[in-house]
């Protein structure tokens, strides 16, 4: 795929999302973001949509995470930009929905390769979960031995078929994209998953750590022993529904008990300071159930926590 296939095979997102002040004083990241394709080349980090949720609604959940992109860049272009003023951002718009869902994730995994192999960091905006399954695949295909972390209260290796929102990290790992000891499972509550699930995690010989466990190590201090894993690229997935209902109400399960807003911002701070991080992936916003934009927003400084991080050489 080229430049060319690039972006026949995305659409251009909506102008009326990209937020402008225009006020030298106070400049937002809708007027730092760039968005016409000669922009491209020149881009550190690219942020793509994936408005689907049939994957969610092929699981029994309810629908709306197909608006989630939407609403994530109306919430992020609207925040600041200090200490960001030097990122070079691009925003190539969003994945063109095929007829079925196995089709879109086919197109998806080609896109995410190819701008990982462009040498760019990479955002991408859910939609429903099933997309980390051609996110980590494609981030894998390009940037080789891949680390993945799975941010969710749910460990999502269910044996469906077909493929929804809660198969996608047991296609990767029967698929061969990640080696069971580079999966790692962060945040997952006993009540959102099943003794079976975590048995077949454990005989893989991947890695499951309970948000009550990740709490008690410590949550940086968990991250920098995962980070210790050998690994050529790091792939991060943040489902919304691991922030507790108080703070993200606007997902598509719900969650009682989950982490805080702020614990979400850190992780996504530490993803940002680990210089193997190659994607991060925000999904299972679900704007229909939001309660004053509060979990778009929350996605969104989520993002600016990362960006904020990042260390890119030109």
């Keep these: 795929m080229d430049v060319t296939e690039l972006f026949a095979a995305t659409a251009r997102p909506d102008p009326a999302l990209r937020y402008r002040r225009d006020d030298p004083n106070d400049p937002r990241l809708g007027e730092l973001a760039t968005f016409a394709p000669a922009d491209y080349p020149a881009a550190q980090v690219v942020i793509l949509g994936c408005p689907q949720d049939e994957g969610v609604r092929r699981n029994r959940g309810r629908p709306g995470a197909a608006d989630g992109p939407a ?19 691009f925003d190539l718009g969003d994945t063109q929905i095929q007829p079925d869902l196995e089709a879109t994730h086919d197109l998806h995994r080609a896109l995410v390769r190819q701008v990982i192999a462009d040498g760019k960091t990479l955002i991408v905006l859910g939609g429903g979960n099933d997309i980390s399954f051609p996110d980590c695949a494609g981030m894998a295909d390009a940037a080789g031995p891949a680390l993945a972390i799975n941010v969710d209260a749910h460990y999502d290796v269910r044996a469906d078929t077909p493929r929804n929102s ?29 003794a079976a699930y975590g048995r077949y995690l454990a005989e893989r010989g991947a890695r499951a750590f309970s948000l009550r466990h990740a709490r008690a190590a410590g949550l940086a201090a968990l991250v920098a022993e995962i980070l210790e894993t050998q690994a050529a690229s790091v792939f991060w997935g943040l489902d919304m529904d691991v922030v507790r209902a108080a703070d993200a109400p606007g997902v598509s399960a719900p969650n009682p008990l989950g982490m805080s807003g702020e614990e979400l911002c850190l992780l996504a701070e530490l993803a940002g300071a680990e210089p193997r991080s190659r994607l991060l992936e925000v999904s299972e916003l679900n704007p229909t159930y ?19 991080r990042l260390q890119i050489a030109d």
Excluded: C, M
């Design 290 to 308: 939001d309660i004053d934009g509060r979990t778009a927003r929350l996605a969104a400084v989520a993002i600016w926590s990362f960006l904020s």
């Design 166 to 194: 809660g198969t996608p990290y047991r296609q990767i790992l029967e698929g061969g994209h990640v080696a069971p000891e580079r999966f790692i499972e962060l945040g997952g509550q006993p009540f959102a998953n099943s």
């Design 71 to 89: 609403a994530i860049r109306a919430a992020l272009y609207k925040l600041g930009v200090a200490g960001l003023e030097g990122l070079r951002l």
